[in-house]
């Protein structure tokens, strides 16, 4: 059974960091591409970034050179490490694990993890 759980999230000031983790139980990491998601109060669930099974990296323009993530596949862990906080950072920050079998693809999502940049 696979399995994903955030951890990370809290309140900061603009101009904050945060680390955000995520670690994935079940047999799926080593071979899947991690991402991060988020949603704000009203709005659709927005890519963040991702990272490949391989390390490649994407990451939205809203987020380019104040987001960082990385793997640990020794871990099973992707992490977020956010700087420079906005408050337009606020929302859920959602792991997602996807793969894709054949012609079909496969997301396995956690519960996701609060960030609320606030002064």
């Known amino acids: 059974q696979v399995q994903l759980e955030e951890s990370g999230g809290g309140l900061v000031q603009p101009g904050g960091s945060l680390r955000l983790s995520c670690a994935v139980s079940?047999?799926?990491?080593?071979?899947?591409?991690m991402a991060w998601y988020r949603q704000a109060p009203g709005k659709e669930r927005e890519l963040v970034g991702e990272?490949?099974?391989?390390?490649?990296?994407y990451y939205a323009d809203s987020v380019e050179g104040r987001f960082t993530i990385s793997r640990d596949n020794a871990k099973s862990a992707v992490y977020l490490q956010v700087h420079f906080l906005k408050p337009e950072d606020t929302g859920v920050y959602y792991c997602?694990?996807?793969?894709?079998?054949?012609?079909?693809?496969?997301?396995?999502w956690g519960q996701g993890t609060q960030v609320t940049v606030s002064s």
């Open positions: 079940g047999s799926i990491f080593s071979t899947s591409t």
């Open positions: 990272i490949t099974s391989v390390g490649s990296s």
């Open positions: 997602n694990a996807m793969q894709w079998r054949g012609h079909s693809r496969y997301d396995y």
